[in-house]
């Protein structure tokens, strides 16, 4: 077998079949809907991703069109369900407008808007001819929501009630609205209630901004697309900006599930405030399982490469060709970065996922009218969203380092997907605004909790219970035995305490004067570490569940090895100055840690990884299955196109040799 | 005054004027030059940087084969000193073929190559006629450059001696070679010698790959474009391809100012096997300064807009307009992210420069046979490259984070500096490879002085002399009150300890039986806690010789930051496990570090950065001197050329629509 198979030898000798695994990743059907939808995508060279990466980004954007169009196309004669056209969209791989029209547009057309008023959009919609965007954001103003200036003003137009919408000055133009830039001709904009004089709030408006028929834009409103965005992320998605100059409605476009106004021009307030909320942070609430999936495939692909790589340590054969060098996996320093990498993978995916079911079962709640499950899932949903975003993306790019310089090419599939999943830090709440909305829900319970010791909890502040016994600030971690780390208690106990070091050090500080504004950066930490809390205890969890046998005690391994990492690389220094550990726990719990991370055999990489079931097509030239790599780069530089492009660079060069005409 | 004018309203009252810092960090000359050459650039549309977002990979090549041209050129029509012509390829903003033309493929032949050799092709290369490239990774090789499969054989043709050089097989294709792919006509090959069947290991080759006169690859010359890369990086550097089949050269094409071939086709080593090294170097050791200055743009950039960015806390005028809002700086998450940041790029700048300094002097004795300063340098440059640009790379992303939603425009300027930096990590050296050099040098120091305590340390490694205390290991911080952590010599007494356990935790884990292999990961702690000391140390140096006075008080301050954020932020655990540090210690150390961050004003962050020096050219749109941050948004967006764009766009959505014909 030649060298380069190490990759293939190690799958013949994996210690357990990886579709084994495999379902407890996906939803059931995901597998079989992901193939058949490809095979019918794959018949188009429209959908060729090969190119992506040589193009400009209007051409981008021009090729996001293209694929829309033929989508929609697709849907209806392939009468495809609305699961098929999701995963249609999603297979595209990168954030388009139609997935905005899709996810932001339709659904919150369909949660927001009153049965009538989707019953008056949903055909529409269907038929393709209205396409939207969700457009809230403005040049001066995202997470300030309160503070955005577009406004949607009541008047009486003859016997009708009308809005007058409009964007007062440059700063409250709208600004990066996903599809909004080529694709939409309706927005669903975030306005400023104005009735009788008075501000009543954001409200949401369908706004129509282009001309259905001829896809210009209508009268008052000026609509384009703000250009590339920083490492070519979003390159396919047309982010858009639109601003309004007396610009009118018909009454019934503002969405009145919730609010609306009376048949008097009067205003009708939501009964709960809180329950248009719940289906507003559905995007929110699939990221972490989104972006989990995303380094699912670094991970993949570094894996894989890193087994084929070979450096150092060989000797030169007879045709002068190195032999016997070591694959780059077997050094500890791509191993402690690769295995980690591993199990974050799946606690992403596990959390997300069991997040995700639980979200749904309280929106369910949410619509006969109970709203008792919210706080706890907006605390999670934001406290996951802040911390999944920051470890997958850093996991991310610590994937492709480890590929050296081939990971570097855009063949290698990272530097795409790294673009497109970096914003998910800024957008849906930026992650150094949403930790307070955490902290001042935990500061609350904690004052709840003084008054009361047995103040009901939700399951994930369950653990601020133990600030209410006496002993909890002399309290010290029983490990003894460093194998006493792989105690699911001792570890979650350690993680807990850190958790509550941070909310009541963060307490002191308000209760020292300090005003909000200064703690801002404590917020962020303490989310943080509440989120690893979360994800560790969930994680385990899921797992637990599982019936005995070696898919669990593969699992175990790798929620032990995530558990003990968050305890290693982000709370050991909280840890011993809280006094909870001591030096020598400290290092029998970094001792633990690296046996395990050294305990992973290669085979097992191979069967963690290969468990998520990527196709060749889902993956870069590095994540081949084959470990073909070299054969794979030197396929995508040598054809006919390239040949030109190079023709075309040598006229270049030539010309203007002689200090004179440029070409 | 406008409310977004915050920052110029800041700018009046600095405590300082930054120009009286300036010269602090800029070479004498530097800047002079620089608005020189940009003057002579901005003649030129070619030179108009804002289309680069807008750009393909292959037209982004093109442009920067026009622009090498161009500068070409200028040099000569504008009789531009050697110096003149390096600031206007850097003002370019983007590695380019042409320079590594200049930085390495001139530089490496001018001091690798004999007097002879580089007066035979100094001509040529100063005519324009020689281009070039340094062509030594292979698509299989990079790190282990011993393992390099290109193969230079020594023949007799007739009479005349001559190496036949060749890629024995696909994966010894060089490969990712920056200039090769479209520029250069002549590549710097690193190749195995053979003579008489024995290999001599690598040496360098200058290979003709292009013909002079028409630009076509030569016979037995397999070359090209490796095509685009992650994050749009290197996007105008044509990294190339290089299979060779028997291709001939001439014996004084192999660079012999070290090394060489006798009359009688014998191998002549080096004198010295450390010569060469000397100046192959040069490449990493002006990485640090080089990295820095990326971080100054971006933290400029970062600092101006959030004073003029407002987010929450005001209320509604009358004119629907929010007043009174918050500038996003005085949030503690902003500040303490872009504070420590602007400490850091202090001390990456004027570390990187004294140590470059150094470097050169090092080079000077070097020439004069005198190599005892070798290893210092090559420890520092080694560990200085591996801290330096993974801090960088990450302040940078951190910066852009910090301005929310627009820091992800392509328009902000972001996106470009750190696609471009970020290999940096990867190139000149892995920075998981290097760091075992630094290890092995640290390793050797100790061993050293358990044999001689009296064994003579070098300035960088004077610290390890320490152990030889008996009380070492029992040594404990003597700080009690929290301002004693502002006296330098604790500061630095706490790095050393660090990275000294960390250096024995290392040895006895070798000692303990463990193979090198198995500790690469803790050789990557080891070298950045060593570089982290070197950088407090050398950044502390550098001001303290500063006559007193506001500018040395001022960067007195940015020390301190810097040093007691190293100490908080990658330090604490190391320390508290070392019981070098008590909880208190470490509550008083990150009592003391907030403090003076909290106490850092805007003025002294506009100060800060205004001292670098930059011009609203060199920045992007969040970073306009006068704050005009969304004027500037606006005026990007708003072009004849995008409004092109948006009708075609506005075709291409429309058509298909029936489900019919595709443009
Ligand atoms: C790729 C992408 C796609 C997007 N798509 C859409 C879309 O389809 N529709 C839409 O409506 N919007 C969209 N957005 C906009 C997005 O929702 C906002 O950018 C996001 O909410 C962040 O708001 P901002 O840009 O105003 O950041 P800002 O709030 O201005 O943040 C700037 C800085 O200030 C800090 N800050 C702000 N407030 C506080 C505070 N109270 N305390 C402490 N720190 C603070 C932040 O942490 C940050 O460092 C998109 C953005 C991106 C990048
Ligand atoms: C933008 C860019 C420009 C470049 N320009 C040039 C150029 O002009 N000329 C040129 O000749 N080359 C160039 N290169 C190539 C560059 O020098 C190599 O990519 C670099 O040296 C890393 O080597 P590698 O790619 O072989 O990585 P590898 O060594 O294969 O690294 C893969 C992984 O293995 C790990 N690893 C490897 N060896 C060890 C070990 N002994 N111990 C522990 N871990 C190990 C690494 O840390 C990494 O995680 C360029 C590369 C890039 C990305």
Same sequence: chains 1, 2.
């Avoid at 849907?75 to 595209?92: G, N, V, Y």
């Avoid at 964007?167 to 996903?178: D, L």
């Avoid at 501000?199 to 001829?214: S, Y």
């Avoid at 899921?542 to 003990?564: C, E, R, Y």
Wanted: hydrophobic share 40%.
């Amino acid at each position: 077998m030649s060298e380069s198979n190490l990759l293939v030898q190690t799958r013949a000798s994996l210690p357990l079949d990886p579709t084994l695994i495999t379902p407890l990743l996906h939803r059931p059907g995901v597998l079989d809907r992901r193939a058949r939808i490809h095979t019918t995508l794959s018949k188009d060279p429209l959908f060729n991703k090969s190119v992506k990466a040589h193009l400009s980004y209007h051409q981008s954007q021009l090729r996001s069109l293209r694929i829309a169009r033929a989508l929609l196309n697709l849907k209806t004669s392939e009468k495809w369900s609305e699961e098929d056209w999701i995963e249609a969209i999603r297979q595209q791989d990168d954030p388009m407008g139609i997935s905005l029209h899709q996810d932001a547009f339709v659904a919150v057309l369909k949660s927001q808007g009153s049965d009538a008023q989707w019953a008056h959009w949903k055909p529409l919609v269907e038929a393709g001819k209205v396409t939207g965007c969700y457009a809230q954001t403005e040049l001066a103003h995202g997470s300030n929501v309160a503070g955005l200036e577009t406004r949607a003003t009541l008047f009486k137009d003859g016997k009708e009630w009308k809005f007058r919408v409009e964007t007062p000055r440059t700063e409250s133009v709208k600004w990066w609205i996903g599809g909004l830039g080529h694709l939409a001709n309706h927005a669903l904009v975030q306005a400023q209630l104005w009735i009788d004089g008075e501000c009543k709030g954001p409200h949401l408006f369908v706004v129509p901004v282009r001309d259905i028929e001829n896809h210009r834009p209508l009268p008052g409103v000026v609509v384009g697309n703000i250009g590339p965005k920083a490492y070519g992320g979003f390159s396919a998605t047309d982010n858009g900006y639109l601003g309004l100059k007396d610009v009118t409605i018909p009454v019934d476009f503002m969405l009145s599930r919730y609010a609306g106004i009376t048949p008097e021009g009067g205003y009708k307030a939501a009964k709960h405030s809180k329950l248009s909320y719940g289906s507003m942070v559905a995007l929110r609430a699939g990221i972490p399982e989104a972006v989990g999936w995303v380094l699912a495939k670094g991970v993949t692909t570094a894996v894989r490469y890193c087994l084929v790589r070979r450096q150092f340590g060989g000797s030169m054969g007879p045709q002068g060709v190195l032999e016997g060098e070591t694959a780059v996996v077997d050094y500890a320093s791509v191993k402690f970065r690769l295995v980690p990498l591993l199990a974050r993978t799946y606690a992403t995916i596990l959390t997300g996922r069991a997040f995700f079911d639980a979200y749904k079962a309280m929106l369910a709640d949410l619509m006969k009218g109970e709203t008792g499950g919210l706080g706890e899932i907006h605390t999670a949903s934001t406290a996951l969203k802040v911390c999944v975003t920051e470890d997958c993306v850093a996991g991310l790019e610590e994937a492709r380092r480890a590929c050296g310089g081939h990971g570097f090419s855009a063949h290698a599939g990272f530097g795409q997907w790294w673009a497109n999943i970096v914003p998910s830090q800024t957008y849906e709440g930026d992650n150094y605004v949403l930790p307070q909305q955490i902290t001042r829900h935990l500061l609350k319970t904690l004052a709840a909790l003084h008054k009361n010791a047995s103040h009901p909890l939700t399951p994930s502040t369950a653990y601020l219970r133990n600030i209410t016994n006496r002993l909890w600030s002399s309290q010290r971690s029983p490990v003894i035995t460093p194998s006493s780390w792989l105690k699911p208690e001792h570890q979650l106990a350690a993680l807990q305490k850190r958790s509550v070091t941070l909310l009541l050090n963060l307490a002191a500080k308000l209760k020292a004067g300090k005003p909000w504004n200064a703690v801002t950066y404590d917020c962020h930490t303490l989310a943080r570490a509440h989120a690893e809390l979360y994800i560790c205890t969930s994680f385990r969890s899921t797992v637990s569940a599982l019936p005995d046998g070696q898919v669990k005690d593969f699992l175990t391994k790798l929620v032990n090895i995530h558990t003990l990492h968050t305890l290693v690389h982000s709370s050991l220094s909280d840890l011993l100055e809280a006094g909870y550990i001591n030096p020598t726990q400290s290092r029998s719990l970094k001792e633990v840690y690296e046996k395990l991370v050294e305990g992973v055999t290669r085979e097992e990489m191979v069967l963690g990884t290969d468990a998520f079931g990527f196709q060749d097509w889902e993956l870069g030239v590095l994540g081949r299955e084959d470990g073909g790599v070299y054969g794979g780069l030197w396929e995508e530089v040598r054809s006919e196109e390239r040949g030109r492009e190079a023709e075309e660079a040598r006229q270049v060069w030539l010309s203007g040799r002689d200090g004179k005409a440029k070409l």
